[in-house]
Nanobody
Framework: QAQLVESGGGLVQPGGSLRLSCTAS????????VTWYRQAPGKERELVTSISRYGGITNLADSVKGRFSVSRDNAQKTVYLQMNNLKPEDTAVYYC?????WGQGTQVIVSS
């Protein structure tokens, strides 16, 4: 059964950093691009960034450019979202996605 599990969310002060992880199981992870989305309260889900199967960044939202980066470790079947200089508007539930498979999400709250 294909599964994605996100972790690493939490409460952080503005200007702080977090690293989210998305770990896959049950399918050949290395063959697929991975996309991070986020959904803030009362808003639609938005694409944050995507990474190709080879590790190239294929999408990056304007709102996170210069602050967020994505990487993957295919041996660990894990994709990472490094988030720096976090802002209150980054508060959201963050999800990773591969095709029809979605993780359960991890909550990020940026607040002083």
């Amino acid at each position: 059964q294909a599964q994605l599990v996100e972790s690493g969310g939490g409460l952080v002060q503005p200007g702080g950093s977090l690293r989210l992880s998305c770990t896959a199981s049950g399918f050949t992870f290395n063959n697929y691009p991975v996309t991070w989305y986020r959904q803030a309260p009362g808003k639609e889900r938005e694409l944050v960034t995507s990474i190709s199967r080879y590790g190239g960044i294929t999408n990056l939202a304007d709102s996170v450019k210069g602050r967020f980066s994505v990487s993957r470790d295919n041996a660990q079947k894990t994709v990472y979202l490094q988030m720096n200089n976090l802002k209150p508007e980054d508060t959201a539930v963050y999800y990773c996605n591969v095709g029809q498979v979605w993780g359960q999400g991890t909550q990020v709250i940026v607040s002083s």
